[in-house]
């Protein structure tokens, strides 16, 4: 018997997907979209994935995977459980739901750049229909789904929590770490309405093992921000505990260790060359951008992101110096960096460290190289590139070079290998023990 109390659209689209013949729609086919495609495929649904990049929707659409931790094998599976991937935004009104997961990222003021958001959704508005779901999963500032999505469903005279059912449910994706997975995640959402909310709960229930409903879309937005900027802060903290360390000779990752010994009222977070990846270094700009608008001025967020950004110069800083003490100069240097990639045992270069001290290091004369096993050849990015391939880490290699950076320590590098022909290591990330003679901590 029907529900007279509930909507006709969401008892139609609740009873879809608790039946898994509902069509799941995932805009945006990247680290975050990827993943989720995959696991609603292995949940028995069908998935449509829309992305503008033409080379990529025909790799997924032959089995093939782009992504290094992701294994075409899964994709292949997917394919076989119905999983299409297309370009073809008209389509946008045959799935259930639609899922948008594309980059937030900052613009050259460090302000939010919606555009991604925003177009995709006035490229999928003119095709949705009644009894769709729409959910943002992109990171944003509190207010994004109810200030800009909602009027634009309701510009198409849809009203919202009895036509169509809007949602936030932020992205939880760390790449590479195998020891959480999609499925096992528990997923925050919010709705507009109690009616979005429950529609919500019904699109990733049968996906993700726990989903965690929170009172508003700005709830679950804000949980995103505040569970990033718990971890930027940290790690702020964390980088000027190093530079204290370092000025008192003081090994911080000896410290670390023992600090981490304490079963209670203690998490070690590590510190680096800075902060990459797409969410860390930018989300607190979200934040703090909107706060402005309350009148806020958030200093200890800002604090941190300052200690933050200055990590690659204050590394630079050590690379000069241990040049100078073995009397050479960074011009005219050879410089290998290992690793580019923002984190280890990927290949996601966004908004890596790594690049900018690239930069940094080509801008004072010296001679660039770099060797990451997950980046064969340096990509075009939208503020950097370098025409460059990955270096062959051998013997000889590695002696004919001034210094080896080491910025991102893959499981793939031999580092005793690189100890023992390097003439100069400087590493950030504690790989090694302090009382080498060829090697500076940074």
């Not at 919010?190 to 990733?204: K, N």
């Amino acid at each position: 018997m029907r529900d007279e109390s509930k909507p006709a659209y969401l008892e139609q689209l609740t009873e879809r997907l608790d039946k898994r013949s509902a069509v799941i729609g995932i805009i945006g086919l990247g680290y975050v979209g990827l993943p989720l495609t995959l696991r609603y495929a292995e949940a028995g649904f069908r998935v449509l994935g829309i992305d503008i990049d033409g080379a990529k929707i025909e790799r997924l659409n032959r089995g093939e995977s782009y992504i290094n931790h992701i294994k075409s094998a899964d994709i292949a599976r997917a394919r076989e459980r119905g999983f299409e991937a297309t370009s073809d935004f008209t389509r946008a009104g045959e799935p259930d739901a639609l899922i948008i997961c594309v980059p937030t990222p900052l613009n050259a003021y460090r302000e939010p750049d919606l555009s991604f958001v925003l177009d995709t959704a006035d490229a999928l508005l003119p095709f949705m229909r009644p009894g769709q779901v729409l959910s943002l999963e992109s990171t944003t500032y509190p207010g994004t789904t109810d200030e800009e999505l909602k009027p634009r469903l309701e510009s198409r005279g849809f009203l919202i929590g009895r036509d169509v059912f809007l949602v936030f449910s932020p992205e939880r994706e760390d790449p590479g770490n195998p020891n959480f997975h999609t499925r096992t995640i528990p997923k925050v959402c919010g709705g507009v309405t109690p009616a979005c909310l429950e529609a919500g709960i019904a699109l990733y229930s049968p996906a993700i093992d726990k989903v965690v409903p929170v009172s508003s879309t700005r709830a679950a937005e804000l949980t995103k921000l505040l569970e990033n900027i718990h971890r930027a802060v940290n790690i702020g903290l964390v980088n000027e505990m190093k530079i204290i360390a370092d000025r008192m000779d003081i090994d911080i990752h000896e410290v670390i260790r023992a600090a981490a010994t304490k079963p209670f009222g203690f998490t070690p977070y590590y510190p680096g060359p800075g902060l990459g990846g797409h969410c860390i270094p930018i989300d607190p700009f979200y934040l703090t951008w909107k706060a402005r608008e309350y009148g806020l001025h958030t200093r200890f967020i800002e604090l941190a992101g300052e200690i933050n950004s200055d990590m690659p110069h204050w590394v630079i800083g050590k690379v000069t110096d241990a040049l100078n003490r073995r009397g050479k100069s960074v011009m005219g240097s050879r410089v290998l960096v290992l690793g580019i990639a923002y984190k280890k045992d990927v290949e996601d270069m966004r908004e890596s460290p790594s690049v900018e001290m690239m930069e940094i290091l080509r801008e004072k004369g010296a001679a660039v190289d770099y060797a990451d096993p997950h980046v064969p050849s340096f990509p075009r990015m939208r503020e950097h590139w370098f025409d460059l391939k990955s270096v062959e880490l051998n013997p000889s290699s590695i002696a004919s070079y001034d210094v080896v950076l080491l910025a991102t320590a893959h499981s793939g590098f031999d580092y005793e290998l690189i100890r023992q022909y390097a003439a100069l290591v400087v590493d950030t990330r504690g790989v090694y023990p302090t009382s080498l003679p060829n090697v500076v901590k940074a």
